[in-house]
């Protein structure tokens, strides 16, 4: 018989398998990376269309939502991981050969999928999306990762905490180095705090609901959720906390405005403005930065309820729509308008009550956009300043003599929250002509603990469950 006679008939080709949730997580993560688009905007509408195909189920959609979030917390970290196992900078991989790597690193080391499942799985996914070429690196790079746990490969690929805190944490914890160090110094304290603290970035926030007075209540919400589905909050009167799980767009209650979803210490910061100590008339109150909404809907309802009228600018057009549609059918007087709040068109002295939650970096918010602590850059926050000092003089001069002023951003960082209040009150940043004292804000969240020296709040992941927000109180005085 010839040698061609002896070879083995080679394998017929076969066609990748193609898995609709990797397929929907990958092009969750491409969106990310491409359009500079939020997971949380983008994967709904995926997660929906995908239903209404008849592809996915309830787990599918747990997986998938697991995947694209897990993969985008621990981007940095895996990326380490990835670049030990490569034989070239990481910047030389092509964008999508990295998504299905890190989709890969994350199955492996981030969840239980057996390693085999995990490997499998990746290496049919890069075959649809890259190609057999491609699928063929991936395949080599996974096995490589998959010879060690995430403990084993922490240990190869960060510093020791010793020789580098800073980057010893952002690596383990998956932050950018500026932002442990931003995060600490806002933090204070010593090594275990800030950790708890990264650890509670990384992890999956819960759903909060808010129950909008005089419109709906907690109990009416638990009554519908079940005791199974359902939990009072921690802190705000008005919240109720959903099992994981839980889709609030299937409670009537949230589908027709009477609540929506809010975090509990967006809604805490809304609750201390609204009780704040008030001598004299409390008939007209400011949102001056409305957008998009959550806020300002809490404030309607509780001006409402004492007879005040409430109005809510917000500069985007876009965004003061989802104002409206946010107070739509509020019981008490209210108006949005999309205005800027740094060249107001109300009047000086108008308002007894104002609040201004202004733009930021959003470090606050880390559990819930985890991809914005890759986007985010130091230098962004110069950006940031003048606006943030801007609005708060401008808020300043809308209130009344005696009237309160509420400073609030979804950041810790100290350059967003009492250096800005600092500047204004020493009548820089545009503030030369009106005079202000600080309010104590911390009696006006009852029963919540470790608020600090005050006399302003900041609020954190992993000592209040809620997102990093920040209240300074400020009383009008001249």
């Not at 199955?107 to 649809?128: F, N």
């Not at 589908?255 to 210490?265: I, L, P, S, Y």
């Not at 946010?326 to 800027?340: F, K, S």
Request: hydrophobic content about 40%; overall charge negative.
């Amino acid at each position: 018989m010839s040698e061609q006679g002896r070879r083995r008939p080679s394998k017929p080709y076969r066609r990748p398998k193609k898995d609709p949730v990797r397929i929907l997580a990958f092009e969750a993560l491409r969106a990310v990376d491409e359009r500079d688009a939020y997971a949380n905007l983008v994967l709904p509408p995926l997660l929906r269309k995908a239903r209404e195909q008849g592809d996915f189920d309830s787990r599918d959609a747990a997986l998938a939502t697991e995947l694209v979030y897990g993969t985008l917390r621990r981007q940095g970290t895996y990326d380490a991981i990835i670049a030990a196992c490569v034989d070239r900078p990481l910047r030389e991989v092509d964008p999508p050969v990295l998504d299905v790597l890190s989709l890969g690193a994350h199955q492996l080391l981030g969840t239980r999928i057996p390693t085999h499942a995990a490997v499998s799985a990746t290496v049919e996914l890069a075959r649809v999306v890259l190609g057999d070429g491609r699928a063929k690196f991936v395949n080599a790079v996974l096995r490589r990762i998959a010879q060690r746990d995430l403990d084993g490969w922490l240990d190869e690929v960060a510093p020791p905490y010793d020789d580098d805190p800073e980057d010893h944490l952002a690596v383990v914890h998956s932050h950018p180095r500026w932002v442990v160090s931003a995060l600490w110094d806002a933090l204070g304290g010593g090594r275990a705090g800030i950790e708890d603290l990264l650890e509670a970035d990384n992890e999956r926030p819960e759903v909060t609901l808010v129950a909008r007075p005089g419109r709906s209540t907690p109990d009416e919400l638990l009554d519908v959720l079940g005791d199974e589905a359902g939990l009072p909050g921690r802190w705000s009167p008005y919240a109720v906390r959903l099992a994981e799980g839980g889709e609030p767009g299937a409670i009537d209650a949230v589908r027709d405005g009477r609540a929506g979803v809010q975090d509990e210490g967006s809604q805490l910061v809304a609750v201390a403005l609204a009780n704040a100590p008030l001598e004299g008339p409390d008939e007209r109150w400011l949102d001056g930065c409305a957008g998009p909404g959550g806020k300002a809907a809490l404030l309607g309802a509780l001006a409402a309820g004492r007879g005040a009228a409430l109005l809510a600018s917000e500069k985007q057009p876009h965004r003061a729509r989802l104002v409206e549609r946010a107070l739509a059918g509020n019981p008490g007087p209210y108006q949005v308008i999309a205005a800027d709040g740094t060249r107001p068109p109300w009047r000086p002295g108008s308002f007894d009550r104002v609040l201004v939650d202004v733009p930021c970096s959003g470090l606050g918010a880390l559990r819930r956009r985890p991809e914005a602590r890759w986007r985010r850059r130091p230098e962004d926050l110069d950006g940031f300043a003048p606006l943030q000092r801007g609005l708060l003089a401008e808020a300043l001069k809308a209130a009344r003599i005696g009237g309160v002023v509420g400073y609030a951003t979804c950041s810790p960082h100290l350059a967003e929250t009492r250096a800005v209040v600092d500047d204004i009150l020493k009548g820089r940043g545009g503030a030369q002509d009106v005079t202000a004292e600080w309010i104590d804000a911390r009696p006006l969240f009852p029963g919540v603990p470790a608020l600090g020296d005050g006399p302003d709040v900041q609020l954190w992941p992993h000592l209040h469950g809620t997102d990093a927000m920040y209240l300074a109180l400020l009383r009008r005085t001249a």
